[in-house]
């Protein structure tokens, strides 16, 4: 079992350059299936969830190369509509085969993806969408079994602005016969690329960004080449990072706007930042004043930035309160930032975080992929050195974690 080794007490110095956006980049892979012609992808990052959506596609007969972070992907064939249990209970997120998959083949198999650390992770708003399009689902041994003779344009009301269930139509949609409306859809930048790169291959989505989309269904997509936005989660976490740990960080490749619910609470809580370039260049000393956090869909706070905020308020100078309100159980990192320190109580979906002088060095365990990187924060900033288990939780959507962060000055090795 891997783990990090990080010693904390250094401030950091040089760039950082964020990657592509592992939650654009997902349901993108799953969208060049509803072509039958070579589609190239750039600033794909090599993470571990990428490589299993790879491979979803690969099993359902499309050809995936990667040189370096250019994907090559041809979905010249589909010769199989069932995606492999094994991949889709490593990650939930292949549900969003079920989509193009409809709309290519009329038939798609595929497991119930299982919850997951953070919450159960229903898709009944997928089924909802897909069933509207007039798709027939069924329960078969633990797999669903969508079919359609067809399918057909609908005007579809989402309960919630669910990500997945937005793509999921959206690309289903993208062939069905006749006009689509999403309403209450989600708003995330990853759903805007998603739709810039189904009207790169021929489709006609307009709307994505706000919250009605509508969509024209088309008979065939063509070849395209598309270049995946940055991570506004990972150059969120980095900008936390250096926030904690003080210094002076130019953090590379980020669209601000997608970040402005983060900037907002940075600024609340006191850290500098100025846009340079097409990054954010962050200084300063490492302690700031408390601040409230309530998660929301976008453009409101992300929830995925909530574990590494709760990280960085561990030390502001007063008393924090946060409140999830997207995922029923993300604050297993809380006991984990405990056992270093911290000082943290829950009430049901909220945490009240009182800061502290400093964090000590203790072994923790990453529960999932943004606790992890909230561990990692924690470390740098503790007195000595913090031993990190549960490290493939953050290789599933850090790029090179250990490498970018060395190269700002920090103290983190990596230890099989
Ligand atoms: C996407 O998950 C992201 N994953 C998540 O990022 C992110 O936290 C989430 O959106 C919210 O922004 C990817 O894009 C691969 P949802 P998704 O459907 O699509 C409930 C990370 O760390 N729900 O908007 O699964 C659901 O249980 C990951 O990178 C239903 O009840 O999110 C959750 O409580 C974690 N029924 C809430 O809605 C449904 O049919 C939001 O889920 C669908 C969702």
């Not at 994505?208 to 989309?213: D, E, F, K, R, V």
Request: aromatic share 4%; with cysteine.
């Amino acid at each position: 079992m891997s783990k990090f080794s990080i010693t904390g007490g250094k401030s950091l110095e040089g760039t950082i350059t964020v990657s592509g956006a592992k939650n654009a980049v997902l349901p993108i892979i799953a969208a060049s299936l509803l072509c039958a012609e070579p589609i190239q992808l750039d600033d794909a990052p090599d993470l571990l969830d990428v490589n299993v959506m790879n491979q979803v596609i690969s099993a359902l007969g499309a050809t995936v190369e990667r040189n370096g972070s250019t994907l090559k992907i041809h979905a010249h064939e589909i010769d199989c509509i069932e995606a492999p249990y094994d991949l889709v209970s490593q990650m939930r997120a292949s549900i969003v085969t079920m989509g193009p998959l409809l709309a290519r083949k009329g038939h798609v198999r595929i497991s119930h993806p299982g919850g997951c650390a953070i919450g159960s992770r229903p898709i009944n708003w997928h089924l909802k969408g897909l069933e509207a399009l007039g798709a027939e689902v069924k329960m078969d041994h633990g797999f669903l079994d969508v079919s359609s003779k067809g399918l057909r344009g609908a005007r579809i009301y989402l309960d919630y602005p669910s990500v997945g269930a937005t793509e999921n139509i959206m690309m289903a949609a993208a062939m069905a016969h006749g006009t689509t409306l999403i309403e209450n859809a989600a708003q995330e930048p990853e759903i805007v690329d998603l739709a810039t790169f189904l009207n790169e291959m021929g489709g006609k989505v307009r709307g994505a960004g706000t919250s009605i989309i509508h969509i024209e269904g088309v008979r065939e997509f063509h070849s395209t080449s598309h270049t995946v936005i940055p991570d506004r989660i990972e150059a969120g976490s980095y900008l936390l990072i250096v926030a904690a740990t003080g210094g002076d960080v130019l953090v590379q490749n980020v669209i601000a706007d997608h970040l402005k619910p983060l900037i907002a609470k940075m600024e609340e809580a006191g850290v500098r930042m100025i846009e340079e370039g097409d990054g954010i260049r962050i200084s300063g000393d490492g302690v700031y004043n408390a601040v409230d956090i309530k998660t929301q869909v976008h453009p409101g706070f992300p929830t995925d930035l909530q574990a590494p905020f709760m990280a960085f308020l561990t030390r502001a100078n007063g008393t924090g309160l946060f409140t999830e309100t997207v995922f029923e159980n993300r604050f297993m990192h809380v006991d984990e930032l405990k056992r270093m320190g911290a000082d943290i109580k829950i009430e049901g979906r909220s945490a009240i975080v009182q800061g502290i002088q400093r964090l000590n060095a203790a072994p923790v365990t990453a529960t999932d992929l943004r606790a992890g990187a909230a561990l990692i924060l924690a470390a740098l900033t503790a007195e000595g050195t913090t031993a990190i288990r549960g490290i493939h939780h953050i290789d599933r959507g850090y790029e090179k974690v250990e490498e970018k962060l060395s190269r700002i000055g920090a103290d983190i090795v990596r230890e099989d």
